[in-house]
Nanobody, 120 residues
Framework: DVQLQASGGGLVQAGGSLRLSCAAS????????IGWFRQAPGKDREGISC????????YYAHSVKGRFTISSDNAKNTVYLQMNSLKPEDMAVYYC?????????????WGQGTLVTVSS
């Protein structure tokens, strides 16, 4: 079975940090780019970061650039999202997903979400 297991969410004060993990299994990890998305209450889902499986290039939404860092451990089929300088507006359910490409809207596999709560 395909699984994308996101973990690492929790409650943090504004200005704090969290590291999310996305452990993938059941598919060929190297065939997909891995992206992080988030959805805040009452808002649309937002793509915030992506890492290319081909060359490790990374991409960030303007809202998180400079604060969040995506990385990949291919030996563990795991992608991480280091989130620093968290703001109340970062509070959302965070999802990881396997994308056909960081530039494609086609997302064949989604993981379950992990909740990030940021207190002010």
């Amino acid at each position: 079975d395909v699984q994308l297991q996101a973990s690492g969410g929790g409650l943090v004060q504004a200005g704090g940090s969290l590291r999310l993990s996305c452990a993938a299994s059941g598919f060929t990890f190297d065939d997909y780019d891995i992206g992080w998305f988030r959805q805040a209450p009452g808002k649309d889902r937002e793509g915030i970061s992506c890492i290319s499986s081909s060359d490790g290039s990374t991409y960030y939404a303007h809202s998180v650039k400079g604060r969040f860092t995506i990385s990949s451990d291919n030996a563990k089929n795991t992608v991480y999202l280091q989130m620093n300088s968290l703001k109340p507006e970062d509070m959302a359910v965070y999802y990881c997903a396997a994308r056909a490409s960081c530039f494609s809207d086609y997302v064949p596999y989604w993981g379950q979400g992990t909740l990030v709560t940021v207190s002010s």
